[in-house]
């Protein structure tokens, strides 16, 4: 804990997660394709990882998605790996990017092809549900401080999205 009571900085590659799953025949929609309900379960899971590993093992919820794009479909037999990556940290918040790969079961494609992409925000909460800092994150590349940069885009659009809404709501 630094003098403030925070935690110390963490680097991003300390948080990183990533988590594969086959898809079974009941992971299917009625058009034959993997449910993107499935998909978003498997980046919500591997961003839940990425954040309480970011938080030390600490308690993080699941406050918004920010965009999910469905890229390609994914069918029965795919391996499906989510990468999830911390972009960035507010004070008790923190953004994840989730990139997600299918590997073609039917050896149709020969290298995972990206399928899905993927913005959560996590709030570290305490034992009261209430929440609570999380360390802050040290970027270690060109490539993270990109991320940084675009997370705090994406968090400064939520901002503003939610202040309109609060000013139109008091105008009623």
Known sequence: MTEHGFMEPM???????RL??????????I??????GVIMKLVDEAAGACAQRHCRGGRAVTVAMDEMILRLPVHVGDLVTAYASING???TSMEIGVRVTAERFDGSVTEPEHVASAYLV????D?????MPVPQVTMESDEDR????????????????????EASRAES
């Open 31 to 36: 058009h034959g394709n993997i449910h993107g």
């Open 20 to 29: 594969a799953h086959v898809m079974q025949i009941t992971d299917t929609n």
């Open 127 to 131: 034992e009261n549900q209430r929440p």
């Open 89 to 91: 940290t507010g004070t």
């Open 146 to 165: 990109r991320r940084q940069r675009e997370a705090q885009i994406r968090r400064d659009s939520r901002l503003t999205h939610r202040a309109a809404i």
């Open 11 to 17: 680097p991003v590659d300390k948080s990183r997660a």
């Open 122 to 125: 996590f709030v570290g909460i």
